[in-house]
């Protein structure tokens, strides 16, 4: 698990306000739900057999006996909280989350125990719409951070009941090989074969590649769906890739499966992954409703903007307010409030703990301001203050204190 620092904070509120601003244009309203839920959820949700269910959790028992959960996913506790508040009856739904979800997996370049998701979940939709609109959200998102060369990958997992005959045709070909198979395969063979087909052993991909291709044994439902999604997604021109290998950790995908992918990040490459679940509703107790959703890692966002655009540079203040001498110090910062309620917007730091005009100063330009007010004890008792440049070449000039939050907005809307 690791912190984020101050200076590394821009670029988690660059995602996270980009984000929560273009969700809203698409319709899709925010929703809070428990970092910790019980047990049961996820076993029932992501599927007792799955890797994150019997190898990642964090588990504990809680002092009334009951067993409970650090959230691995989002999805499973927003289905829940469909289901208890009642916000699926006869109703169409769209919203999103976001924050810290816990899985015990070995610490990799972008992931961590602790990460973080954007959550986005669409639920009464049934058509292949809406599994494009989440596509293209996705796509216009990474578009307006400015991050490139994110390859889209496609596959369909089909209805229930046709990727039940895929599995029973995946389970003998691999029993044919079991002596090629590692141990993950192995157990996955007798719990979750699909998943072999993730596996990135460079040893079995010569087995994987031959391997029966789910697209093979879709049902006509299913066909129509998948070739509906590529039309809308052909229609605004968003390229992707077709692939029949890809498939999903959590037991609950049907239909469609996609992730954005980078080759940029070493071994972690999907930085946002989704698809179709349209059986989980019903099978946490809710009645039967069609649901799609994606989840994006921040980590992993955040790394690549790094890699593509370098560090974010952190926010700076508009203005640090020097202030020096014990009568400056019995004014300044009722002047400093009096200018915050004047200038809403304005960001400024005010001197805390005294120090030299020259240390103020010091810190005035380390902190990045564009401008420094300066209040010492001849100022306070002139009932006027300095304001300086500090990034361009220009003249200090006193002003009264009356003048000053005027002087303030037209400097800084003339340069932005």
């Known amino acids: 698990m690791s912190d984020v620092l101050p200076s590394e904070i821009a670029a988690w509120q660059r995602l996270e306000?980009?984000?929560?601003?273009?969700?809203?244009?698409?319709?899709?309203?925010?929703?809070r739900v428990p970092i910790v839920e019980q047990t049961a959820l996820f076993k029932r949700s992501i599927g007792e057999f799955t890797?994150?269910?019997?190898?990642?959790?964090?588990?504990?028992?809680?002092?009334?006996?009951?067993?409970l959960t650090l959230r691995p996913e989002a999805t499973a506790g927003i289905v829940r909280a469909m289901i208890t508040n009642g916000l699926l009856h006869n109703q169409k739904q769209r919203v999103w989350c976001g924050g810290p979800m816990f899985r015990h997996e070995k610490?990799?370049?972008?992931?961590?125990?602790?990460?973080?998701?954007?959550?986005?979940e669409a639920f009464g939709y049934a058509g292949p719409d809406i599994d494009a609109e989440l596509i293209m959200m996705s796509a216009r998102l990474f578009a307006k951070l400015g991050i490139e060369r994110l390859v889209l990958n496609l596959n369909s997992l089909g209805t229930p009941e046709s990727r039940r005959v895929y599995r029973e045709q995946l389970v003998a070909y691999f029993s044919a090989h079991k002596a090629q198979l590692d141990a993950d395969s192995l157990r996955?063979?007798?719990?979750?074969?699909?998943?072999?087909l993730d596996s990135k052993n460079p040893e079995m991909q010569e087995l994987i590649a031959a391997a029966p291709a789910i697209t093979e044994y879709l049902d006509a439902q299913s066909r129509a769906h998948f070739e509906g999604l590529c039309r809308h997604?052909?229609?605004v021109g968003i390229k992707y890739v077709v692939n029949p290998r890809l498939v999903r950790g959590l037991d609950y995908y049907?239909?469609?499966?996609?992730?954005w992918v980078t080759n940029e990040l070493g071994a972690q490459g999907a930085v946002c992954?989704?698809?179709r679940y349209d059986g989980l509703v019903e099978q946490l107790g809710g009645k039967s409703t069609p649901a799609v959703g994606w989840a994006l890692g921040e980590e992993r966002i955040i790394e690549l903007l790094k890699v593509q655009q370098g560090p974010t540079p952190p926010e700076s203040p508009d203005v640090y307010f020097v202030i020096s001498g014990a009568q400056a110090e019995a004014v300044g910062l009722t002047l400093a409030e009096k200018l915050r309620d004047e200038l809403p917007q304005l960001r400024m730091e005010t001197n805390c703990g005294g120090g030299s005009f020259k240390s103020q100063l010091k810190r005035a330009d380390h902190s990045g301001a564009r401008f420094a007010l300066v209040l010492g004890d001849s100022e306070a008792e002139r009932q006027v203050v300095g304001l300086k440049s500090l990034r361009v070449e220009a003249p200090q000039i006193e002003l009264p204190w009356s003048e000053v939050a005027a002087e303030l907005r037209s400097r800084l809307?003339?340069?932005g």
């Open 188 to 196: 996955r063979l007798e719990t979750n074969p699909l998943r072999i």
């Open 107 to 120: 610490p990799q370049r972008g992931r961590f125990r602790q990460f973080h998701q954007l959550d986005v």
């Open 51 to 67: 890797d994150i269910v019997q190898k990642e959790m964090f588990t504990f028992v809680d002092p009334g006996g009951e067993s």
């Open 17 to 31: 306000s980009t984000a929560r601003e273009l969700f809203a244009a698409y319709g899709y309203r925010e929703i």
């Open 413 to 415: 809307e003339s340069t």
């Open 254 to 259: 049907t239909h469609t499966v996609f992730e």
């Open 233 to 235: 997604l052909d229609a």
């Open 273 to 275: 992954s989704g698809g």
